[in-house]
């Protein structure tokens, strides 16, 4: 494990539950960098968080029913966060939560000064859902870059997630600009987390120094 890698999961364990608000003008103030993670419901997007920030009731503990809808803030220091948004695709969603989903993210896209990237998950044996679509079609407008994990991998044969992977990677290519990318992921395994590290390390600037040493491994 390089030094990069022992200072993101250093960073990251130390993430705490800070706030969860309904609108953006209630987040903290809009400086340093943030991380958002999005998702469809059921996506795997709480194991996710909870396995990068190796702390096992993180995310699901702080999503509490009737806030399904908020937007929850980790502090990581003082000047980083991870935010996690509210998960979509619900089956049985009220057009009103979905009004408030449509206008809430792409104002949070736009306007944040502070994102650095978006991860969203996708279940890889149901990529590229139609609000998936529209989310990378966001990011790809408001010039937020975009890491895609492909979770639940170990539910797949090697052969079959590659493929997945690959047609993935083609729609990005398509449609997601310069900034988009994508991976596999299983947090059951704990497949996929150096490499989700290595992005994560590089939007919070957390290589800085490395840098000077030398280029990391990022994939
Ligand atoms: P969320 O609704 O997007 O936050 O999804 P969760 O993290 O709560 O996961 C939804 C379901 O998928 C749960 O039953 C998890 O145990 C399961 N799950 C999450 N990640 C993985 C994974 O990597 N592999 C497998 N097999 N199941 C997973």
Same mark, same amino acid.
């Given at each position: ?51 990068? !920030? ?84 966001? !990011? ?80």
């Amino acid at each position: 494990m390089d030094e990069a890698s022992t200072s993101i999961r250093k960073l990251l364990q130390s993430a705490r539950f800070t706030i969860s608000v309904p609108e953006l003008r209630q987040m903290p103030p809009d400086h340093g960098r943030e991380i958002a993670f999005a998702g469809r419901s059921n996506s795997g997007k709480s194991s996710a968080i909870n396995l990068l !920030c190796q702390q096992r009731t993180l995310a699901r503990t702080s999503r509490t029913p009737g806030r399904t809808q908020h937007l929850v803030v980790f502090e990581l220091d003082a000047e980083r966060r991870l935010i996690d948004l509210p998960g979509f695709g619900y089956a049985k969603v009220s057009k009103d939560m979905r009004a408030h989903w449509e206008r809430v993210l792409p104002q949070y896209l736009e306007r944040r000064e502070s994102l650095a990237g978006l991860v969203l998950l996708m279940d890889i044996r149901h990529p590229l859902k139609p609000q998936d679509l529209v989310l990378i079609t966001w !990011c790809r407008q408001s010039n937020v870059p975009l890491h895609i994990l492909l979770s639940k991998a170990d539910k797949l044969s090697r052969g079959a997630a590659a493929q997945t992977l690959r047609t993935v990677a083609a729609h990005l290519t398509r449609q997601g600009g310069s900034q988009a990318s994508v991976q596999l992921f299983s947090a059951l395994k704990h497949d996929g987390a150096e490499a989700a590290y290595g992005v994560l390390a590089r939007w919070l600037t957390i290589d800085q120094e490395e840098e000077k040493k030398g280029p990391g491994s990022v994939e």
